[in-house]
Each structure stands twice: as C-alpha cells, then as structure tokens.
C-alpha cells in the first residue's frame, strides 16, 4: 500500500473537480452495467420513470439518492445490482407542450392532424425529454444507462396494447357512457387521482323554483346556479316535513321553462342549505347517482371546452362557465326568484395537468373492470409478500383497494398507447387485437389513447425484453416512490404483476417523505419556496446534498428543507476530506506495511476496530430494514465522532513520536480503517468517497470504491472491555476539557488532575494526560478534593482540578460575580415581561416562547455560576 504524493492532494475539497470526473470514469468502464449472472443473486430496482416533460426536484433527489444508498449498498455485498433507468411519455403534459409551442409559430393541432402532430411530439422528446436524465446524472445516481427504457419503445409499446387486447378478451375491459372526471384545459377525461381540491371562498346561491299550478316557490341552494340550466329534478328527503305535499308535484324550470319532478331520496341532508336540492345528473356525480335511480333525463349543457353548448337558450349558448353563472344569476334577479346569497366556503376539484377547475362529465370512454382484478393484489399485501416502509401505508391501499371504482383508461389525446380497437365502416364489428385487421382500409381506429399510468402499470416486468432476463431480475426488489402515486401506480403495478406475471413486481414499496420549507409548506414553484437542485449541487457539491437530505428525513415523517442545511454534508464532507488529508501527509515519510497492521495494538486501537464492528452490525441492519435516515446517523457519529475526533487525535502521539516501525504499523492500521470507513461513506457521498479512495493507493484502471467489497463483520474484533474502557476516557477528557472553558483556563497552560477511583489503566491515563493536556493524574480511592478545585463527576469518578495557580482566583470571582449580576437583572426584566397577561395573550406565540427560551437559559447560567463561586472559595 502507498499513498499518493501529498502535492496531488488539494488542502480543501473541491466537488466541482471530482464529480463529473468520477461519473464519467464510472461510465466509460461499465462499472454498473448488468448482465444475467447465475453465480450472483441479483438486487433489482426499476426507476419510478419521470416524466420527459420534467425537471429535476428536491423530491427526485431524496427518492433517486435513497434508491442509490440502496444499490450501491448491495453491489458492494456482493450483490448483481440492477438499476433499470427510464423515462415517461406523459401524455397529458407532453401534448400540452407540443400544443402550446405549436400555437406559438400560429399552427393549430387539428388542421396538422394526428400524424404531423406525432412527429412533433417526438422532435419534443428527442430536444427535451432527455435533460431530466442528464440532471440525475449530476447527482451521481448508478443506473444502469445501458438499459435505459421509454415508454413508448417499440417493445415496451407493445407490451402495454398486449396488456390492453388480454384484458378486453377476459371481458375486463368495456366501453360506456359514464360519467368522468373532464378536463377542459386538455378536453380529456382524467382519473379521480388526478383531481386535487382547493378550498375556494365562494357563495351560496338560494335560487327559487316556481311549482306548477301553485303560487309556491321551492327554494333551493347551489353553488354552481349555470347548472340549473340542465336541471331535470328537484330533490327533498322524504322525512322532511317541509316538503312532503309537494313530493310527485312538478316545478318550472326558470329561463329554461322545462317541467321538472320534485321526487323524493334518501341522500338528501335536510339540514344542508334549504333541504331542496336541483339535480343536475350529467354534471354532478352524486346527482349522476340520483338520476339513475330516479330515471330522470340527462342533458349534457357543456361543450369539451366548458362552454354551454346547444342545450341552453340561445342568448346562454358559447359562454365560459363563469360568464354563465353570471348571467344565469342576473336573469333570476330580472324574474324576482334570487332568494339571496351567501358567502360559502366549499371545496372545488381542479385538474392536476389543466389546473382548471374539473367538469363532472358525461362522456362515452373505456373502462376497466377492477372488483376481480384487485383482488391478488390486496391479498399480497395482506400476506406480507409485499412489505410497505412505512408500514401504516397499506392501511391506506386496502382502504382504496376495498373502496375501488371502474378505471376510465382512456384519454381524448394523441400523444401516448393508441387504443387497439377498430370499428369496421359498415358493420357494427369491434376488432381488438395487437395487429391491425388485414382488411384495414374498411375499419378506422380508435381516436383514444390510454391513461399513462395504464401503460406505466407493467414498468417493473416490462423493461425486461425477454423471458431470460424477466425470470431472473424480476420480481424486483424495492421500489422507491412517493405516497401521493399509491394509487396512480403502485397499487396498479401490483395488480399487473399478479394479472401478467402471477407474481409480484417488488418485494418492498419504501415512501419516501414529503419535502417542505421550514415554515412546513409543502415546496411549489408558485410559493417560490422550491430550491433549483442543480444550484445546490453548484453551491455545496451533490454529495453533500444527497447526505443531507437523507439525513434529515425520518422515515415517514416529512422533511423541513432548507438550502443552508446543507452545510450539515458540507461539513461533513470537509470533515472526511481533512481527516484523510492528515493520514496520507503523515503517510508520506513512513513506509507502510500490510505486514504491520495488526502489530502493536493498543487500548485505543482494541477500542477503535470494536467501535467500527459494532458500527457495522448497525450500519448493515439499518439498510437491511430500510432505514436510510438512521444508517446515515451510524455513519455520521462514526466517522465524526469515533474516528476523526478520537481515533485520530489518540493516534497522533505514536504517529509522531513512535519508533518507525511504531509509526508504520499505526499508520497502516489508520488508513486501512480509514479505507474501511470510506466503503460505509460510499452509498451516501459517492463522489468523495470515490476521490480520496483512488488517492490512499495505485489503483487499478477500472478500479472503482463502488465495485469493491464491504467488510465482513468480525465478531471476535468486538471488543466490549475496551469500548467501556474507552467511555471512561472520553468522558473524563471532555468533563477536564468543560472545567477548562468554564474556568478560562488558557489553552497553554497544563492542569494537575485527582481522580477519585481506582479502577483506571496506565493506558487510559496516558491517553486523558495527552488528550486534555494534564501534566499529572491522581488516581486512587476516597481522594481528597484539593482547595480552590473545580469538579465534575462521571461514570462514577469524581474529577477535580485544582485551580490555584492557572488563575487569578480574585479576578475570576469578580468576574462571575459581575455575571451573575448582569444575569439576576435580566432575570428581572424577563420575569416581569411573562408575568404581563397583555404580553402573553397578544404577542405571537414565537415571541413569548423565545422569551421563555431566554429565561431557562439565563436561570440555568446562573446555577452553573453560583457552583462554580462556590468552588473558588
């Protein structure tokens, strides 16, 4: 082993230098390229595909990071580690790109037609869709790029119409009139998970209806009044008293003049606005409900695009939404039938893609039967062959799964998995297959394209292109996916697997947390509150963002980021930097010997290796039971802790005044450890890890810290004794060390110290004289304390360190005393502010708590100087 000459090694790390370095060294030699191998048990993870419309977000660096920790983790076990890459064709947000540069050079979507416009769509994805891999790249994720998959592929294309003709054979699969989820912005239907709510401060509208034959009016409430114009009933409870005489009578419809019934259901709350309810069945899923109970008419009022259409009055006909409900309200006010307004605040669904408010539409579209479909999926999940981390996660997909409706799978798009059903021109025949009917020119296809996720739902078996490959990587054995796409995809993949393969598609699902600010908003572009990853990775290095992000995310708890914590890697990655810097400059006089390594061995190294075996077995059982956040605390107290600020400074003394033979077998045995340390680093700061591992020896070309081995556990290193021994130490140096800051003893000067026991090692008290500069220790039992000492008691020990002659103890009395009263008048002011009712009801809550804040901390100073007076005198 030979270090490399310290003129090659920079005194500060410089990420900038060594990352894209590294990847590309990665990269050109293969190193995470999979092949089937028989003799490996293979470790699988399929990518959670991003969209190719997307851009990398602090919520892809925590998911991509962990599934790396993952990866490299088990390559370095021994493990054929696959990481299968790729990207999502989006069709909803990539056709809406393509749609809006297309209007920008004046060029409509319909007068191109569907083939021009596909070949702008993938002009689109051949400009854009790869920045989001090139941006993973820069975080230093080891995929498999070579396996990179799309799914639109020829095969993986294929694959998802295969899914699509098996499902329509079994009679899984059919097309209805139903009512959807419609987006106008897209004029698509979307799924019920695609649709998010916001609370909008909206009115109340109390409408009145005329009832036929009657001077009455039946009153009713809504907070939609341009659906009325596609009324076809009017709803009471049939226990509301108010109501009973008119159940079976008909209403006028105003502006309309359509007769309509006034019937009554079960569903209506009499408590809600007047206890009458409009029904509008083709837009309101609930009203939907009613009017197939009820048989009532079903008048579409809205065009794809949420105008009214043809089925309103002519003057009400082209109009937005919003411009209908205006007018629709001024013509009651005109008619004397606006009861009055309300302000109401209600809930209103909005599109994810269009971020317009959703239509509740009647439109015909397919759906996919899911009652039996579902079924072996939630019966794997309750079995345990798929385990969820956080487990209180498939509480939620039985939840969903139980409660689940029919799919809409289809989309009015272009862009994505056509449809493979023709209609023939003259017959009423429906054709499904994957190849198009030989006759093709007496059919027309399908106009429809699939719901991405009904072509992401087979990414984990499918990314495989043969049965060989399929049978030995599949099942997969974790995916990496945020909460909010349970139901979008995971619960979907495992309902594939079991469909297509009659096996599961992971063995784990790992949620990874939500990522807020610091105030606990969750991170928008809108919010400006959303860090751009690539000026982190600029400003602090990607592995010191990849380490902070784990870091600070407990499982299942979400994440409160912000960019200055990412000075905890930083730090951490100078720490690591400097402290093999030391090694290999005090390396560079002493000829190391492999031979050396385990001679002359002391206290400190028994307890050192024992430190970092028991380190492993933590380490090792963390990763194991998928706890990244922890293994990144084992990793962090180790090496921060343990060996850069103890081992090291412990080994400095016979590194500089040992015999050379002393000195090679010291530093042998450091940087052997320090190695050993680096391999643990690796899964979390691959960059780092990787530069100063290729700086400790000549390596290789090839060689690469990710592809070689972690350190077996040794059972027998663990050493029980020393590590006790060791806590004695540390904490008698640190009491030593306190004594001195509190005392302002100079740094310069050395201490006497008298140790009130006598189970204490000449090992150990060379080590304390060394570490907290004493120039004679006094162990022995029942040790009188001397005069003027300062004292602490730990482990048991009672510590004292006489102080006559380090300081001037009337100046230090004067000057405590000075403190004390100082503090005592603050204490004062503190008091009296919280003991004013005025200030602690009105000032925010912020506030009052730092000026409780303040006084614990100044009452607790005040203690501290009262003991140590007492001491001084």
Request: glycine share 4%; proline share 4%; with cysteine.
């Amino acid at each position: 082993m030979q270090v490399k000459n310290i003129s090659d090694i920079p005194k500060a790390y410089n990420p900038k230098s060594v990352e894209d370095k590294w990847y590309k060294y990665w990269d050109d030699h293969r190193l995470y390229h999979s092949e089937i191998d028989e003799k490996k048990e293979p470790f699988t993870i399929v990518i959670p595909p991003p969209n190719i419309t997307g851009m990398l977000t602090l919520g892809h660096v925590l998911n991509n990071s962990i599934q790396d920790v993952f990866l490299r983790y088990k390559r370095m076990k021994g493990y054929n580690a696959c990481w299968v890459p790729g990207t999502d064709h989006a069709s909803i947000a990539t056709e809406s790109k393509v749609v809006a540069y297309l209007k920008e050079q004046g060029v409509d979507k319909f007068s191109i037609g569907r083939k021009a416009f596909l070949d702008h769509c993938w002009e689109w994805k051949e400009k854009y869709g790869g920045i989001i891999t090139k941006q993973l790249r820069k975080l230093g994720i080891s995929c498999d790029w070579e396996r990179e998959r799309f799914t639109m592929d020829d095969h993986y294309y294929k694959k998802v119409i295969e899914a699509f003709v098996d499902l329509y054979k079994k009679g899984f699969i059919y097309r209805g009139y139903r009512m959807v989820n419609w987006c106008p912005a897209s004029k698509s239907a979307i799924s019920d998970e695609e649709v998010f709510y916001k609370e909008i401060n909206g009115k109340l509208w109390h409408l009145k209806y005329p009832v036929k034959s009657s001077n009455e009016h039946l009153i009713v409430a809504t907070t939609r009044p341009e659906t009325m114009l596609g009324d076809t009933g009017v709803a009471v409870n049939p226990n509301d008293e108010r109501y009973k005489h008119l159940i079976g009578k008909k209403v006028i419809l105003p502006i309309v003049g359509r007769e309509i019934p006034i019937f009554a259901d079960e569903y209506v709350d009499m408590e809600f606005g007047t206890g009458a309810v409009k029904i509008t069945p083709a837009h309101d899923i609930n009203d939907y409900d009613m009017g197939k109970r009820h048989n009532l008419e079903m008048i579409n009022i809205f065009n794809e695009n949420a105008t009214t259409n043809g089925n309103v009055p002519k003057e009400l006909r082209n109009l937005a939404r919003e411009d209908a409900r205006m007018k629709v309200v001024e013509r009651f006010e005109e008619l004397e039938l606006l009861e009055k307004i309300e302000d109401h605040l209600h809930k209103v669904g909005y599109s994810e893609r269009g971020n317009v408010p959703i239509e509740p539409y009647l439109s015909d579209q397919w759906f996919m039967k899911m009652e039996e479909l579902v079924k072996p999926a939630m019966q794997v999940v309750e079995e345990g062959k798929i385990k969820f981390h956080p487990e209180h996660w498939s509480k939620t997909y039985e939840h969903w799964m139980t409660n689940i409706r029919d799919w809409c799978i289809s989309r009015q798009l272009w862009w994505g998995h056509r449809i493979p059903v023709w209609y023939h021109k003259e017959t009423e025949e429906i054709y499904c297959e994957v190849d198009p009917p030989k006759d093709i020119e007496n059919w027309y296809q399908e106009e429809d394209v699939l719901d991405t996720w009904a072509s992401s739902w087979i990414w984990a078996q499918d990314v495989f292109t043969s049965d060989e490959e399929r049978n030995y990587y599949y099942p997969t054995d974790v995916l990496v996916t945020a909460p909010d796409i349970i139901f979008f995809w995971v619960a979907r993949m495992i309902i594939a697997g079991m469909q297509f393969q009659d096996n599961i598609p992971f063995k784990n699902v790992y949620f990874t947390s939500i990522i807020r600010d610091t105030q606990g908003r969750k991170m928008s572009k809108s919010l400006g509150n959303s860090p751009d990853p690539l000026d982190v990775i600029e400003e602090y290095g990607a592995d010191a963002l990849r380490f902070t992000i784990n870091y600070i995310s407990p499982l299942g708890q979400d994440v409160m980021f912000s960019t200055e914590k990412c000075e905890i890697g930083r730090n951490f990655a100078n720490k690591i930097w400097n402290a093999g810097r030391f090694l290999m400059m005090n390396a560079q006089n002493v000829e190391l010997n492999e031979d050396l390594k385990d001679k002359h061995v002391d206290f400190a190294d028994r307890w050192i290796v024992s430190r970092f075996q028991n380190t492993l077995k933590e380490y090792y059982n963390a990763l194991d039971n998928f706890e990244i956040n922890t293994a990144s605390k084992i990793v962090y107290h180790y090496v921060w802790n343990d060996f850069c600020d103890w081992y090291v400074e412990l080994a400095k003394n016979r590194m500089y005044k040992g015999n050379d033979e002393v000195k090679s077998a010291v530093m042998t045995r450091a940087i052997s450890l320090f190695e050993d340390l680096l391999k643990i680093v690796h899964p979390f700061m691959p960059f780092l890890s990787e530069e100063i591992w290729q700086l400790l020896g000549d390596r290789k070309e090839g060689e690469s810290i990710s592809v070689s081995l972690l350190p077996d556990i040794s059972e027998d290193l663990i050493d029980k004794s020393a590590e006790e021994d060791f806590e004695f130490v540390e904490s008698v140096v640190t009491a030593i060390r306190n004594i001195r800051g509190e005392m302002n003893i100079p740094p310069s000067k050395f201490v006497n110290a008298f140790l009130n026991t006598d189970k204490v090692s000449e090992e150990q008290i060379f080590y304390i004289e060394s570490l907290a500069r004493v120039e004679e220790i006094v162990a022995a039992p029942n040790v009188e304390k001397p005069k003027a000492s300062a004292s602490a008691v730990v482990k048991g020990c009672d510590i004292f360190i006489p102080l006559e002659g380090l300081i001037d103890l009337e100046v230090e009395r004067n000057r405590i005393e000075k403190e004390m009263k100082r503090l005592e008048g603050a204490l004062v002011g503190v008091n009296k502010k919280l003991s004013n009712k005025r200030f602690t009801d009105s000032a925010p809550k912020d506030v009052v708590e730092k000026e409780n804040m303040k006084k614990e901390n100044w009452e607790e100073s005040l203690e501290k100087f009262k003991a140590i007076l007492t001491e001084l005198n």
